[in-house]
């Protein structure tokens, strides 16, 4: 008689398939809960204990771990020596492994949950069972999806046992899940310990789609999730309308998010290739958008728009004039949705928390052969280290828009210049090679908008060139890092033509 071993603490769709390896004559092990529940439907089961011959203990914490039960599922069967020794210690071979895990994640997850309660659901027996049942796949067939029980079902009505391909497909479902599920552990103290960089890392997400294509239609791509921290970001976002998401709609998402964030007005961060092309904030979000729009008029084509307050009528209707490819939000009123929907294509997220910092986050980038990994760029400046550095202080419009444009440039790739008036960017220039280039081209697109704006700039600048180009276009106050070797050239150049200047003593690389 063939046997199975049953121990699951999810049970979606256990007394079915129970009910149909009873039906074909298969002997059913069980264990706790899932023993008593099987009973409870009429199941004919063996309790664990009358297998191992001893009871389960300790609380449940020892159940299977026992010679009678890792022998059964690791003993090789066609090995001359293993089978000897099974008659000998009386060990019976065990078939097929059902088994499913303590709900770590979903505890972790549970508001105002003790360290205690965590620890109890670390599994101990499970992963033994399941991780033994893989590899002894050639033999044992070893289940822990329910997903996975139908599958497993047909193909022993019809052929008796588990085809080759099935068992080790399986086998590999297990190492993966357990290997997320120990990566869940290991995350849980290294964060509670505030371990940042252990000597081994593994991290872990869970999938959320499979995507088209990457960023080029010839690249495979899937986006994934973080198991933890994923509140106000894209990753807890629900699409209300529109096509699937593509990989590059997710990273200019993302990045429209991460300039929102800065922001307490009402405000709207038009993006394209996940830098800030247009960001205005005021006291409408429909006026906040009339100046995004106005900022870059054509790079806000074919872009994304992420608002921070309720996409409201007035603002949708502006928003349907032109293409767009994503707008994200907290929520959407009634008349929006009913005029944005009218857009086939238009891709529209709805995201609770939009405003949260997620301040504990960090940042990993993939090399070729290696992945770099950092604190996040959660702050934007330390007040106290502020200091205006020419002979002209900024007036109030000025700090107030300079402050504005140091949000902006903290995201936009470098080198990296934003140039803003009236809580507008009127020039924005991403990721130049030098940062001259980037100034002229922030200029350029500008164009007459830019006399009396005011600029920032992510890094410091190594000559004057850029106070000199800054005069030229008619930009009276300027904010930076400094830290240069020759500050004070650029210094003497912004006293020359009555800019005022500011110091903030960090800069914004975002490479």
């Not at 398939?17 to 009973?39: C, N, Q, V």
């Amino acid at each position: 008689m063939k046997r199975v071993l049953i121990s699951v603490f999810d049970k979606t769709g256990i007394v079915e398939f129970a009910k149909s390896l009873d039906s074909m004559g298969w002997e059913i092990i069980s264990t706790g809960g899932t023993s008593k529940k099987l009973k409870e439907e009429g199941i004919k089961v063996q309790d664990i204990s009358d297998l191992t011959k001893f009871p389960e203990c300790f609380d449940g914490r020892v159940k299977t771990l026992h010679p009678n039960v890792e022998g059964g599922i690791l003993a090789i069967r066609d090995n001359e020596k293993h089978r000897k020794q099974m008659a000998e210690l009386g060990v019976e071979p065990i078939d097929i492994v059902v088994c499913n895990l303590y709900p770590f994640k979903q505890t972790i997850l549970k508001e105002g949950v003790s360290h205690a309660e965590i620890i109890e659901n670390i599994d101990i027996g499970g992963p033994t069972m399941i991780r033994a049942a893989a590899k002894n796949y050639k033999f044992v067939t070893v289940i822990t999806d329910p997903e996975d029980y139908r599958l497993v079902i047909d193909e022993l009505k019809n052929n008796g046992d588990t085809t080759a391909e099935t068992k080790e497909m399986l086998a590999a479902k297990v190492f993966i899940h357990t290997a997320h599920y120990d990566a869940l552990i290991a995350g849980y103290f290294s964060e509670r310990l505030n371990i940042k960089y252990p000597k081994t890392l593994t991290l872990t997400y869970e999938k959320k789609q499979d995507l088209r294509y990457g960023e080029n239609p010839h690249q495979s791509a899937a986006f994934y999730a973080s198991v933890l921290g994923t509140q106000g970001t894209l990753t807890g976002a629900v699409q209300l309308h529109g096509k699937e998401l593509s990989y590059n709609n997710i990273g200019d998402t993302d990045g429209a998010l991460e300039t929102l964030k800065e922001f307490d007005e009402p405000t709207i961060v038009a993006a394209k290739h996940a830098n800030p092309c247009g960001v205005g904030s005021a006291e409408t979000l429909a006026e906040a958008y009339r100046r995004a729009y106005e900022a870059d008029p054509v790079s806000i084509f074919g872009g994304i728009v992420a608002a921070n307050r309720e996409i409201d009528a007035a603002t949708a209707t502006e928003m349907a004039k032109i293409f767009l490819e994503v707008i994200v939000a907290p929520s959407f009123s009634k008349e929006a949705l009913e005029i944005l929907t009218k857009k086939k294509n238009l891709r529209l997220l709805q995201l609770d928390h939009i405003d949260q910092k997620n301040r504990k986050a960090s940042k990993a980038k993939t090399v070729l052969g290696g992945l770099l990994i950092q604190d996040s760029d959660t702050q934007l400046l330390h007040e106290s280290e502020l200091k205006v550095v020419t002979k002209r202080q900024p007036t109030e419009a000025e700090m107030r828009d300079l402050l504005f444009a140091w949000k902006v440039v903290k995201h936009t790739k470098s080198n990296g210049i934003a140039i803003a008036k009236d809580l507008c960017t009127t020039g924005v220039g991403p990721g130049q090679v030098s940062r001259i280039w980037a100034l002229e081209n922030a200029i350029r697109q500008g164009s007459d908008r830019i006399a009396g704006s005011v600029m920032a700039s992510d890094a410091f600048f190594p000559f004057s060139d850029c106070v000199e180009a800054a005069h030229q276009a008619g930009i009276t106050a300027i904010i930076q890092p400094g830290g240069s070797v020759r500050d004070q050239e650029s210094i003497d150049a912004a006293n020359k033509y009555g800019i005022a200047m500011i110091f903030t003593g960090m800069r914004h690389f975002k490479h």
